[in-house]
Every structure is written in structure tokens, then in C-alpha cells.
């Protein structure tokens, strides 16, 4: 377990199963993690507490099958979800998006022995981080090439390299460290995030989600067992050798939603932020066409755009998690049928378009309601614009929105890359 000297065991105690989606439980949790995150803000410490409080309540495992112990959700009631924990605090959310990728990366894994062990792990609250992103060299962004090496040694593998954007590792249990093998191909390896060669460095200076541990990784000399090194999975699957590479996409799609589902989230309490704003606002302007500002009817329309726009981005993102979920419905009756997989990153990619330019503007707006006041530092209301702009810029919408013109004029596929 990852934690710091300020972490405190949460005292609420939570069932043994996974909260249910759609019950008071789970909103209880999300209310509780957002406690505990504005504690820790204001206190000036790391997300850990908050973080506990998801390992323990095992959130983590909402999208395992019941059978299998989990909490049994759909794709489109995880990112209703997701949605709700966002509300409540966007680094919490993002910093659980590798943990989620991983999670169905081994719901779809083909080797029954490892999709069991590491599935019998995210269970019982074990939490699991990334290291994929590298800085440097002349491979283009998405080529999956990369300088870190998992070589043989004895009976077992030594792991050396160095990540970036690490997002959530340093909350994690455990680590999901993509390398290059002896052969020079793709290798995924498991790690403890607290194994000797493991160094974590919370350096992430971007302007938005601060606290997510966005910083570097570095391994040196680290003993990777046999079992820890992913015999099958689909992040390991070279494009290029696949038919229908419609695995590819699913992993795209999701891990991509995810991003814009958080940006919606954040557009939800800018909506809640901007009825506060007009509500307690105690004077307006001597050319106002109102005395009181909750009764000024320009107001009254920026908030109402403003909720119109929260609503708009959330029925995109259900409706991309609609495909997906048919999509991955497919899996049942054989391999994945590559026209649905399509239209799941197709939907993904149009909601990201949209939405992205909405709650930029939506951030900015915002300010429109709250007069010169709204513009302290101790209001903090900024944090909004730069949490969607720093999220926004893990995957540029113009590059989508060509993709999607693209492949409606011309009939060109989107690329299967893992950024749709």
C-alpha cells in the first residue's frame, strides 16, 4: 500500500463487496471521498486518505462481474459514475483512470489463469497505476516504442527505464510498466510500486490536476518475476499482425472517454459554482436591468446555458458508453466485432469535439456571473478552466475532429492507436 506519513486510516467501515451502482451506498462514498479530498486540500497534503477510502470501499472493482465479486456495472452506469466522483473532485477521478483501463484490459484478457489473479486482487482493493509515456527519442506520440527494457536474468526479468505522466501511480498498489522485451517487442510487467528500484517523483507541474501524481517514474535494476509479466493481454497486441484491430479500439475508446467524462464531471460543478455565485451575490451594477442579481434576466441565461451545456456533454459521454457497451457485448458470441468497436471510438471521438470547446468556454463564462469578486484567488474558481484545459490536452480535438471527417468523407478508418 502506497501512502504517506499524513495518511489516516478512514474510520468509516465499508462491506465486503463493492458498493451497487444506483444505491445510497455508493453516493454515500462519493460524498465521503469528497469530504475527505477538500480535507486534504485545505490542509495542503496529498490525495491519500481519499484514496484509502476508495481501496477500502473497493470502487475500484465496480466494473468485475458479480460472479467474479464486483460490482457488476455497465459501461454506462461506471461512467455515471465516474461523472458523480468528478463532481465531487477531479483528481480523484483521473487518478483512477489507469487503474480502470487496467481493470478491463483483464476483463477482456484471453488467459483465464492471469485475468483470475489479477482480478482476485482488484477485489479485495488493490489499486494499479501506469507507466507507459516516455520523453525524447524520434517515435511519434502513439508508436508504442519505447526505451525501457525488461531483459531476462537468471529466473527471472530486471526492468530499467524511465516514465513520465505517470497519472495515479504514486496512489497505487501497483504499477502497469509497458517495455520492450529482448525481442523488442511490447511487454507489460506488474510491479509492487514500493519494490527496491522503484523511485516515484511527484514533479507534475501542469497549470490543472494537481494532485493526481502526474510526475516521473524510474526504475532501476527492478526484479520483475515470471508471473508479473502479462502472457496475454491485449495492450500487448501489435496492430499491424490484427485483421480487425477492433481491440485496439476498445482499449482507445475507453481510456479516452474516461478523459472527456471527467471533463463533463468538472462541468457539472461549474454549473453548481455559478448558481452559488449569482445567489450570494449582494450587489450588481448601477446599469444592471435589475436591482438584485438572482433576479437579472442576463444572468439567469448564462446559468441556463451553462446547464444546458453540463446536460449536452453528459448525454454524449452515455451515449459513446452506450456503444461501448454494445461493443463489448459482441465479445460473447466470438471475437469483437470490429464495426461496433468503430462506432464506440467514432461516438468517443464526436463527444470529445464537443465537449472539450463547451466547457472551455462554459469555465470562462462562468466568470460572467460572478462579478470582480469571483476573480480572488481565494475563490479559487479558475481551477475549473484549468483542470479542462490540462485534460483537454492529453489528445488534441482537432486531430479527432479530422479523423472523423476523414472517415466520413472518405471511408478512412479511424487509427487504431489507443488515442480513439
Same mark, same amino acid.
Given at each position: 500500500m502506497n501512502n504517506d506519513s499524513a495518511t489516516a486510516a478512514p474510520t468509516q467501515i465499508f462491506g465486503s463487496q463493492p458498493p451497487r451502482f444506483g444505491t445510497p451506498e455508493l453516493r454515500q462514498l462519493i460524498d465521503a471521498i469528497g469530504k475527505s479530498a477538500a480535507e486534504c486540500r485545505q490542509d495542503g497534503r496529498s490525495l491519500h486518505p481519499a484514496i484509502e477510502l476508495v481501496r477500502q470501499s473497493k470502487l475500484g472493482a465496480l466494473r468485475v462481474p458479480l460472479a467474479d465479486g464486483g460490482g457488476g456495472c455497465s459501461v454506462r452506469e461506471f461512467f455515471a459514475m465516474l461523472m458523480e466522483l468528478t463532481a465531487v473532485d477531479p483528481d480523484i477521478a483521473h487518478i483512477l483512470r489507469a487503474h480502470y483501463w487496467f481493470v478491463e484490459e483483464r476483463l477482456r484478457s484471453t488467459n483465464k489463469t492471469e485475468r483470475a489473479r489479477w482480478l482476485a486482487k482488484i477485489v479485495q482493493g488493490a489499486l494499479f497505476g501506469n507507466a507507459v509515456s516516455e520523453l525524447g527519442g524520434g517515435a511519434a506520440v502513439g508508436s508504442w516504442i519505447f526505451e525501457t527494457k525488461l531483459t531476462p536474468h537468471g529466473d527471472h526479468f530486471v526492468l530499467n527505464g524511465t516514465k513520465y505522466y505517470v497519472t495515479g501511480s504514486l496512489y497505487s498498489d501497483w504499477i502497469n510498466v509497458i517495455a520492450s522485451n529482448a525481442e523488442g517487442k511490447l511487454s507489460a510487467a506488474i510491479i509492487p510500486a514500493d519494490r527496491a528500484g522503484v523511485t516515484l517523483e511527484d514533479d507534475w507541474d501542469g497549470i490543472g490536476q494537481r494532485l493526481t501524481g502526474s510526475g516521473t517514474a524510474i526504475f532501476r535494476n527492478v526484479v520483475v518475476h515470471p508471473d508479473e509479466v502479462l502472457v496475454a493481454g491485449v495492450e500487448s497486441t501489435e496492430v499491424a499482425s490484427v485483421e480487425n484491430p477492433a481491440d485496439p479500439l476498445l482499449v482507445g475508446q475507453f481510456v479516452? @472517454?474516461?478523459?472527456?467524462?471527467?471533463?463533463?464531471?468538472? @462541468?457539472?460543478?461549474?454549473?453548481?459554482?455559478?448558481?452559488?455565485?449569482?445567489?450570494k451575490r449582494g450587489r450588481t451594477y448601477s446599469h444592471a436591468v435589475s436591482e438584485t442579481a438572482s433576479a437579472d434576466p442576463l444572468l439567469q441565461q448564462i446559468v441556463g446555458e451553462l446547464a444546458s451545456s453540463a446536460f449536452a456533454a453528459e448525454a454524449l459521454i452515455l451515449a459513446a458508453a452506450d456503444a461501448q457497451d454494445l461493443a463489448l457485448a459482441s465479445i460473447d458470441k466470438g471475437p469483437p466485432d470490429f464495426e461496433l468497436a468503430h462506432r464506440g471510438s467514432l461516438l468517443t471521438a464526436q463527444a470529445k469535439v464537443i465537449v472539450d470547446d463547451i466547457a472551455t468556454r462554459a469555465a470562462t463564462h462562468l466568470f460572467d456571473v460572478g462579478g470582480s469578486s469571483a476573480i480572488k484567488q481565494s475563490a479559487n474558481l479558475d481551477r475549473h478552466w484549468r483542470n479542462i484545459r490540462t485534460l483537454a490536452s492529453h489528445n488534441p480535438a482537432v486531430y479527432k475532429a479530422r479523423a472523423i471527417g476523414n472517415f466520413l468523407i472518405n471511408g478512412e478508418r479511424l487509427p487504431a492507436n489507443g488515442f480513439f
Open positions: 479516452q @472517454l474516461i478523459l472527456t467524462a471527467i471533463i463533463a464531471g468538472v @462541468l457539472r460543478t461549474v454549473v453548481t459554482d455559478a448558481v452559488q455565485l449569482v445567489r
